[in-house]
Nanobody
């Protein structure tokens, strides 16, 4: 059973950068997909970025060109580099895993990201 723990959230001014980290308790090299979701107050949880075991990435249109997802298989870590942050990026960010291509079935506890104007 893989467990995910996020870190790196915080308060940043608009235009700034943050890097979120996600530590996995198990080996991630065989996980089908890893990703980052976010949920802003009063809104549905949305997929921000995803990365397959083969290296394919996809991003929400709203973050494309600003966010980068990456994985470190040797250390069982997943990262989300967020640049040019906007106030609308404020949300709780969740690390997620789709372990066996059956859907996003493993979640971290979330980390708060707040962007001030």
């Amino acid at each position: 059973q893989v467990q995910l723990v996020e870190s790196g959230g915080g308060l940043v001014q608009a235009g700034g950068s943050l890097r979120l980290s996600c530590a996995a308790s198990g080996r991630i090299f065989s996980i089908n997909r890893l990703g980052w979701y976010r949920q802003a107050p009063g809104k549905q949880r949305e997929l921000v970025a995803a990365l397959t075991s083969g290296g394919t990435t996809n991003y929400a249109i709203s973050v494309k060109g600003r966010f980068t997802i990456s994985r470190d298989n040797a250390n069982d870590m997943v990262y989300l580099q967020m640049n040019s942050l906007k106030t609308e990026d404020t949300a709780v960010y969740y690390c997620a895993a789709d372990i066996r291509a059956a859907g996003w079935d493993t979640w971290g506890q979330g980390t708060q990201v707040t962007i001030s104007s």
